[in-house]
């Protein structure tokens, strides 16, 4: 019998589409070459325009999913998503608590790319006191950063990304990737931060169309390269270009978002030609 591949667990939400969530992160995964675990936070009603509803899974049975696996198998990363609820983040973090030498990879999913509202002030509470202090990399987009590390006793504040990540590094994570997608740039510039400022900044030709799952796509390549034992920066520097990739051949299944093609690498040349034309 061969040896195992190297394997993630994730938490996360499912998502029906395959969009983004657990789906997304299986997907992913195993396209990085690991086996993915999966443990769900939630159960959503969603399509490709956005989440219409989120129901929280009962810690009790977050927490015997996790327990379950754990005993039986090594893991070698973990990567959480949408959390749910207070509770779920309590328990996670309990989990997590007796895993300290393996790497976490954090996506703060607080709304969807509709806008959606996913996770309440006192979940962001939660996930700066219990989370974010054993998180290895955190991959807020640029509006996720800012509500991270707003001073909320402040009503003015209105932090550059610079000084985001900086007030993220210091709830205790190690290393911070502040994402572009959302910012008026000609082209996206993602930046990985950590204790020492600024450890490599990345621009990438900005696509057409609107991207469902880009977010879980790139945190879950990153866990599942940390898994293969890839050092932060190169981890960062290679699942960017594989995200990218990801959206380049992404499709639009619905009347909503592009999804990222996980396994474009797999097309054929002839598969690439039926793709449709894309939105100027």
Same mark, same amino acid.
């Given at each position: 019998?061969?040896?195992?591949?190297?394997?993630?667990?994730?938490?996360?939400?499912?998502d029906p589409s395959g969009g983004a969530g657990l789906q997304a992160d299986i $997907?992913?995964?195993?396209?990085?070459?690991?086996?993915? @675990?999966?443990? /769900?936070? *939630?159960?959503?009603?969603?399509?490709?325009?956005?989440?219409?509803?989120v129901l929280a899974m009962d810690p009790e049975w977050v927490l015997d999913q996790a327990r379950a696996m754990l005993e039986d198998v090594p893991v070698a990363a973990f990567k959480i998503g949408l959390l749910g609820s207070v509770e779920n983040i309590a328990a996670i973090a309990e989990i $997590?608590?007796?895993?300290?030498?393996?790497?976490?990879? @954090?996506?703060? /999913?607080? *709304?969807s790319g509709r806008g959606d509202e996913l996770a309440s002030e006192d979940m962001l509470d939660a996930m700066r006191e219990l989370l974010i202090p054993q998180t290895?990399?955190?991959?807020p987009n640029s509006m996720e950063a800012r509500r991270l590390a707003l001073d909320e006793d402040n009503e003015d504040d209105d932090p550059a990304l610079d000084?985001?990540?900086?007030?993220?590094?210091?709830?205790?994570?190690?290393?911070?990737?502040?994402?572009?997608?959302?910012?008026?740039?000609?082209?996206?510039?993602?930046?990985?931060?950590g204790e020492s400022g600024v450890l490599?900044?990345?621009?990438?030709?900005?696509?057409?169309?609107?991207?469902?799952?880009?977010?879980?796509?790139?945190?879950?390549?990153?866990a599942a390269l940390?898994?293969?034992?890839?050092?932060?920066?190169?981890?960062?520097?290679?699942?960017?270009?594989?995200?990218?990739?990801?959206?380049q051949a992404g499709f639009r299944p619905g009347m909503g978002q592009y999804i990222p093609d996980r396994l474009f690498w797999a097309r054929g040349e002839e598969d690439d030609e039926q793709q449709p034309e894309r939105p100027d």
């Open positions: 019998m061969s040896e195992s591949f190297p394997l993630v667990m994730s938490f996360a939400a499912t $997907l992913t995964i195993s396209s990085i070459g690991c086996h993915p @675990l999966s443990v /769900v936070t *939630a159960i959503t009603v969603q399509d490709t325009g956005g989440v219409d509803d $997590l608590a007796d895993y300290p030498d393996i790497p976490l990879v @954090l996506d703060p /999913v607080l *709304a290895t990399i955190i991959t000084e985001c990540a900086k007030r993220i590094l210091r709830m205790g994570c190690e290393y911070v990737l502040i994402t572009g997608t959302h910012e008026q740039t000609p082209k996206v510039i993602n930046t990985l931060y490599r900044s990345d621009s990438w030709a900005r696509l057409p169309g609107i991207y469902h799952g880009s977010g879980c796509t790139l945190s879950a390549a990153i940390l898994a293969q034992d890839v050092n932060i920066a190169e981890a960062v520097k290679e699942a960017q270009e594989y995200t990218w990739q990801t959206l």
